[in-house]
Nanobody, 123 residues
């Protein structure tokens, strides 16, 4: 089991960039797929991106394709979300999460969740 802890959120102007980091405790980080979800006020939590345990075949929601990049460093037990060309619609609490499945996509596929980090994009 791993326990994710997010960092890197903040306030940024539209068109700007942020990089979120997620440090996960536990010696088994490298066998977990990792994902980023977000939840905007009044909306359901939605998947943003996911990455397999080896870092291959990243998955992106259509709304962030071409703007966000997920990556991981298994030596550091860390997964990243580079967010470029941010839009006000990206404003949300971003959650890092871990899954024992190979290609998780649904919230139910993920078993460990961080507390979240706030990202606010001003127009």
């Amino acid at each position: 089991q791993v326990q994710p802890v997010e960092s890197g959120g903040g306030l940024v102007q539209a068109g700007g960039a942020l990089r979120l980091s997620c440090a996960a405790s536990g010696r088994t980080f490298s066998i977990y797929s990792m994902g980023w979800f977000r939840q905007a006020p009044g909306k359901e939590r939605e998947v943003v991106a996911a990455i397999s345990c080896t870092g291959s075949s990243p998955y992106y929601a259509d709304s962030v394709k071409g703007r966000f990049t997920i990556s991981r460093d298994n030596a550091k037990n860390t997964v990243y979300l580079q967010m470029n060309r941010l839009e006000p619609e990206d404003t949300a609490v971003y959650y890092c999460t871990a899954s024992p499945w190979r290609a998780p996509r649904l919230e139910a596929d993920f078993s460990s969740w961080g507390q979240g980090t706030q990202v606010t994009v001003s127009s």
